[in-house]
């Protein structure tokens, strides 16, 4: 299993972020490429309304991208996030988990982060990773693999 270097982000709520004091028995860190896009904003509406579900297996949330944390802060109380987002705008996540990747947009070859999914254990160790995702159903998916190991 991957071991996951310790980092820091900055978080909404006023926070940081640091991985080594997360302190959960399972932790989710959802890459997702833009704040208010259709696609992020049905990843992160789904696990909203499975957050409950996942808290009840000990697992803490986190939404990542590039976006700002005043961008984040607007997105997540218009849709009542009850998870943190957390601002990677130098990268340095994006770079650990290696989620940026050369992608076609409207035509464009443009930089930008793949969707992906991590759950990760309370030694900061990878116990799966999805990559590439779809963002309908993705909440749901990972909450099922999550009641599988729990």
Request: proline share 3%.
């Amino acid at each position: 299993m991957q071991t996951i270097a310790d980092f820091e982000l900055p978080s909404t709520g006023g926070k940081h972020f640091r991985l080594s004091a997360h302190g959960a028995k399972y932790l989710l860190l959802y890459f997702y490429p833009k704040d208010n896009t259709p696609g992020c904003t049905t990843e992160s509406q789904q696990f909203r309304d499975l957050h409950e579900a996942f808290s009840e297996l000990g697992c803490r949330i986190f939404g990542i991208s590039r976006d700002s944390l005043k961008s984040h802060e607007n997105f997540k109380t218009k849709f009542s996030f009850p998870f943190e987002l957390l601002s990677d705008e130098d990268e340095t996540a994006c770079t650990l988990f290696g989620v940026i990747k050369q992608k076609m947009m409207y035509g464009k070859e443009v930089r930008g982060i793949e969707r992906s999914t991590f759950l990760i254990d309370s030694e900061n160790r990878i116990l799966k990773e999805w990559r590439g995702v779809k963002a309908d159903g993705h909440a749901a998916e990972v909450l099922n693999y999550l009641k599988s190991i729990s």
